[in-house]
């Protein structure tokens, strides 16, 4: 059974930090790679950065600078480092992945194309002062 499980979001206030985990489990971490896509209400879904088999494709632009994705291929674990985190960061984060694709080519979930066949059930993250 193929599963992607996030943790480590959490409540925190504006220029916190937060590292989210993504756990896949029935695949092996090293043959595919991990998007991280976020929602909040009234907006539309946003890619945030992506874990190629190697290196790391930033998505967002607001993420560029503030956020690191990484993975451990031999934990099945990929992370996302928030840094520097504001209001507009509050959003339920998923994790998912692709079985053909690698990264989504833009951050905009429609114009992306993109059509991943897993998803994790979401880690809350809540910026707030």
């Known amino acids: 059974q193929v599963q992607l499980v996030e943790s480590g979001g959490g409540a925190v206030q504006p220029g916190g930090s937060l590292r989210l985990s993504c756990i896949m489990s029935?695949?092996?971490?090293?043959?595919?790679?991990i998007t991280w896509f976020r929602q909040a209400p009234g907006k539309e879904r946003e890619g945030v950065s992506c874990?190629?088999?190697?290196?790391?494709?930033p998505l967002h632009p607001s993420a560029k600078g503030r956020f690191i994705i990484s993975r451990d291929n031999a934990k099945n674990t990929v992370y996302l480092q928030m840094n520097s985190l504001t209001f507009e960061d509050t959003a339920v984060y998923h994790c998912v992945t692709d079985l053909f694709d690698s990264c989504p080519r833009t951050w905009d979930w429609e114009d992306s194309k993109y059509h991943p066949d897993y998803w994790g059930q979401g880690t809350q993250v809540t910026v707030s002062s």
């Open positions: 029935g695949l092996n971490l090293d043959n595919y790679a």
């Open positions: 874990s190629p088999l190697d290196g790391e494709r």
